[in-house]
């Protein structure tokens, strides 16, 4: 089991910058492939970015890899997610999840993860 707790979330200005921070308990031995995903009401889930276990992989969507950043502190067990030059489009909820396959690859599709975090709010007002 792992237990995932996100972070760092809230109410911004566009323009603005946030650093979301997930924090993984439990099985993390494992060190898996974390990912974040966002979901706005009334839309899907949608993938935002992936690390490999090592931090040496990071992908991220198209939307945001000019914007965003993924990182990870395995000494920690945390994953970060900077978010720079926020736009009212990326208000959503935000989520982390966690791979722990033995040979898992930094993934944009969500059931390739095993445990999913309670979520972290971003709103973005122009």
């Known amino acids: 089991q792992v237990q995932l707790v996100e972070s760092g979330g809230g109410l911004v200005q566009a323009g603005d910058s946030l650093r979301l921070s997930c924090v993984a308990s439990?099985?993390?031995?494992?060190?898996?492939?974390m990912g974040w995903f966002r979901q706005a009401p009334g839309l899907e889930r949608e993938f935002v970015a992936a690390i490999g276990w090592s931090g040496g992989t990071t992908y991220a969507s198209d939307s945001v890899k000019d914007r965003f950043t993924i990182s990870r502190d395995n000494a920690k067990n945390t994953v970060y997610l900077q978010m720079n030059s926020l736009k009212p489009d990326d208000t959503a909820a935000y989520y982390c999840?966690?791979?722990?396959?033995?040979?898992?690859?930094?993934?944009?599709?969500?059931?390739?993860?095993?445990?999913w975090g309670q979520g972290t709010q971003v709103t973005v007002s122009s």
């Open positions: 999840a966690a791979d722990l396959s033995v040979l898992c690859l930094a993934s944009s599709i969500p059931t390739r993860y095993d445990y």
């Open positions: 439990g099985r993390t031995f494992s060190k898996p492939c």
